[in-house]
């Protein structure tokens, strides 16, 4: 990644994503990463309003400009990213003092993973870049 190495703190929700050959793929939609450990692991970028956001890893950013971050794929290999979930806020761990039942029911049960899908409104809001950075 070109230019400064802590220019990735700057990157906002809405800034445009173009392909290694100059074409526009998308809006960011979020940062991924550790801003206070200063660890950039990647992005979330929106191909369209309504598109599942797509992960892309610190690796592939190429070069981050004003508004512009350029990634080093080009459009067949931005289609042929992982779509990107949002990690859990925060887990919540059981000792031993729960009770049998209540973990059998926890494993069972699993994770959310839907709870942590954004909304529409602010996916939208993001892909216009009318929210902030998370």
């Known amino acids: ?16 994503v173009i392909t290694a050959d100059g074409q526009e793929v998308g809006r960011v939609e979020a940062v991924v990463g550790d801003s206070g ?15 599942r ?3 892309v890893p610190a690796e592939r950013v190429s070069e981050i400009t004003d508004g512009v971050v350029r990634l080093s794929l080009d459009r067949n290999a931005v289609g042929a990213l992982e779509e ?8 919540e761990v059981e ?10 029911e926890e494993a069972l049960r699993g994770p959310d993973l839907r709870a942590h ?7 939208a809001l993001a892909w216009f870049g009318l929210v902030g950075r998370r």
């Open 1 to 16: 990644m070109t230019g400064d190495p802590v220019s990735w703190l700057l990157i906002e929700p809405g800034w445009r």
């Open 53 to 55: 956001p797509q992960y």
């Open 37 to 51: 450990a200063d660890i950039f692991d990647g992005l979330a970028i929106a191909t369209g309003i309504l598109a």
């Open 95 to 104: 000792g031993d003092g729960a009770s049998r039942t209540e973990r059998v």
């Open 117 to 123: 899908r954004e909304g529409i409104l602010r996916r």
């Open 84 to 91: 990107y979930v949002e990690p859990a806020a925060s887990v």
